[in-house]
């Protein structure tokens, strides 16, 4: 029986687990399911935060639902997951490995999320500059750690590691003492010089930051070490990849060739295509551009058009739509309204409504807000409104990153993937649309959890 390599994607709404085997790189079993772990707070609606619990009850059964035989022939395990956002743990006690073949989570904070708004523009603006290409932005891991400074400090107290979600499941699984980052996930949370790859410390150390939180910076696409337990069949002694950003992996699962773009739609929205070799990002932030340059492998980047507002935007919509019906006495499942407003947005080809679906704001332009222009009589419908909404997010996205720049930089595929794009034909013809002047091919099993498979089937 060929290996196997073990890919697991944490995600912001979902955990994945695939099975890929390594001499044929095709996946051969794969499990996802939703963690239903946000946390309401009605008393700080600015906060967007997780059950770090739950996400990994939700990681421990999605890999139970892989079989069980090939999971003893696992060769590697990567990890990615959701970037910018942090989680404080005790690193000498941060799971419990008491129960069989898992671990749970334990002496761990809750993850505050890349959707945290607390840090606003006032608080922004009194934070030091960093010595980065990568502007900062409420919701980066480094940000979020200087307001917890700031209005809790009693909390850092408790916590002696810092990491992403995706981080501090490989310091569990390995039994990591210090929490071991890559570029990929440094550069998200902002304070990380990407062409030296360190953290600013002497900037962070001389406004109090506790930079004993901050991880050991490895290169992208390493071994962080070895399971220090089995796992839920897989021997102790299995070499674990430092974890990768879910977007770099999504990419990697899905760009063939440097005249590739990737469009990637799921809880957020990118657009991105390859730098050449021997680019260098800018020395300082380039706050008002709409393009980030992301850290990828072997010192290189990826232009990226980055949107706060993806699928998110529609499944907020439906949410609203849920509850204006129960206020209204009428219940409907989630997945039917989903249904029906697809499909009356596919018998309306167009809609002069206009949608600026920017609720969340944007990076480069955290005050834009959403806007709906040219309502009329006529174009009030659910397959309008619908229409109107996915035309916005693409075309939102487009306007980050044109069409034209992408056929002036050499581009000439747009590779579409993200289950938010999967799943809705509606944004598929709008994407079609958008980019009409150039190829566009849409790829199945191509995710952050395939992604990081392959890095691993790939680099190691």
């Known amino acids: 029986m060929s290996p196997y390599i073990l890919g ?21 079993a794969s499990y996802s399911m939703q963690t239903s772990s946000d946390i309401i707070d009605s008393s700080d609606i600015k906060a967007n935060e997780q059950d770090t619990g739950r996400i990994i009850d939700t990681l421990n059964q999605c890999i139970q639902k892989l079989p069980a ?3 003893k022939h696992v060769l590697r395990i990567g990890l990615s997951g959701q970037m910018h956002g942090v989680l404080f743990w005790k690193a ?22 890349w959707q945290d708004q607390r840090s606003n523009n006032d608080f922004l603006s009194t934070l030091p500059k960093p010595n980065s290409h990568l502007s900062l932005a409420t919701g980066f891991g480094c940000v979020t750690i200087f307001w917890f400074l700031k209005h809790r400090p009693t909390f850092l107290e408790e916590f002696t590691a810092a990491g992403t979600i995706q981080d501090y499941v490989v310091s569990m699984l390995c039994g990591l003492e210090r929490c071991v980052m890559t570029p990929q996930n440094a550069g998200s949370w902002g304070y990380f010089n990407t062409s030296n790859n ?24 390493v071994l962080a070490g070895n399971t220090c337990m089995d796992w839920h ?23 063939n060739t440097s005249t590739d773009a990737v469009l990637n739609i799921s809880t957020s929205a990118q657009l991105s295509h390859a730098m050449p070799l021997g680019f260098t990002p ?14 990828y492998f072997d010192s290189s980047y990826l232009a990226v058009a980055a949107s706060l507002n993806g699928g998110n935007v529609v499944a907020m919509f439906v949410d609203m739509l849920m509850k204006w019906m129960s206020e209204l006495g009428a219940e409907m499942p989630k997945s039917s309204i989903y249904e029906k407003l697809i499909g009356y947005a596919l018998t309306q080809d167009t809609s002069d409504l206009n949608v600026l679906p920017t609720i969340l704001g944007e990076r480069h332009s955290p005050l834009l ?33 044109p069409a034209a720049y992408l056929h002036k930089v050499g581009v000439t595929r747009v590779v579409g993937s993200g289950t938010a794009l999967a799943c809705n034909q509606v944004l598929r013809q709008e994407v079609e649309r958008a980019f009409s002047q150039l190829i566009i091919e849409y790829r199945q099993n191509t995710d952050s959890a395939v992604g990081v498979a392959m890095v691993l089937c790939d680099r190691l």
């Open 8 to 28: 697991i994607d944490l995600g912001t709404t979902s955990v994945k687990a695939v099975l890929l085997e390594s001499g044929t790189r095709v996946v051969v």
């Open 69 to 71: 035989d090939k999971l």
């Open 92 to 113: 000498r006690s941060g799971c419990d490995w008491s129960s069989r073949n898992c671990f749970i989570a334990k002496n761990t904070s809750q993850l505050i999320t």
């Open 198 to 221: 360190q953290w600013n410390l002497e900037i962070l150390e001389s406004a109090g930051f506790p930079t004993r939180l901050l991880p050991e910076c490895v290169p992208s696409g």
């Open 233 to 255: 069949g897989i021997s102790a002694g299995t070499p674990v990849g430092a974890a990768l950003g879910d977007f770099q992996c999504s990419v990697y699962s899905c760009m």
């Open 282 to 295: 800018p020395s300082s932030p380039q706050t008002n551009s709409p393009i980030s340059y992301f850290p």
């Open 369 to 401: 807000l959403g806007q709906v222009t040219h309502i009329s009589p006529s174009n009030l419908s659910l397959g309008h409104v619908t229409r109107a909404l996915c035309n916005g997010i693409i075309s939102n996205l487009t306007s980050m990153m």
